[in-house]
Nanobody, 127 residues
Framework: QVQLVESGGGSVQTGGSLRLSCAAS????????MAWFRQAPGKEREGVTV????????YYADSVKGRFTISRDDVKKTLYLQMDSLKPEDTAMYYC????????????????????WGQGTQVTVSS
């Protein structure tokens, strides 16, 4: 049974940091590119960042470049998102997702390309 379980969300003030984790099980983790998406109230879900198989390529949405860092540990089957310099507009539910195979460009960050999804973890940034 495939499971993606996010953790690490919470409430922080502007300028603060959080580290999200996503523990994967039930599939061959190393064969999948992994991504973080987010959805703010009243808005569509958007792709934040993706990391290809082997961690050889990463892509970020312009809104988070220089502030967020995605990483993966294929031994622990865990995906991470280090979020620094957080802003109120980063407030959202954050989801991890898996896409089979490598990712060669930012165009990977299309929601309908991802086959496995977690339940999400809430991030709230107050001003």
């Amino acid at each position: 049974q495939v499971q993606l379980v996010e953790s690490g969300g919470g409430s922080v003030q502007t300028g603060g940091s959080l580290r999200l984790s996503c523990a994967a099980s039930g599939y061959t983790y190393s064969s999948y590119s992994m991504a973080w998406f987010r959805q703010a109230p009243g808005k569509e879900r958007e792709g934040v960042t993706v990391i290809s198989t082997g961690g050889v390529r990463t892509y970020y949405a312009d809104s988070v470049k220089g502030r967020f860092t995605i990483s993966r540990d294929d031994v622990k089957k865990t995906l991470y998102l280090q979020m620094d310099s957080l802003k109120p507009e980063d407030t959202a539910m954050y989801y991890c997702a898996a896409l089979y195979g490598p990712c060669y460009s930012q165009s990977c960050l299309r929601e309908n390309s991802f086959v496995y999804w977690g339940q999400g973890t809430q991030v709230t940034v107050s001003s």
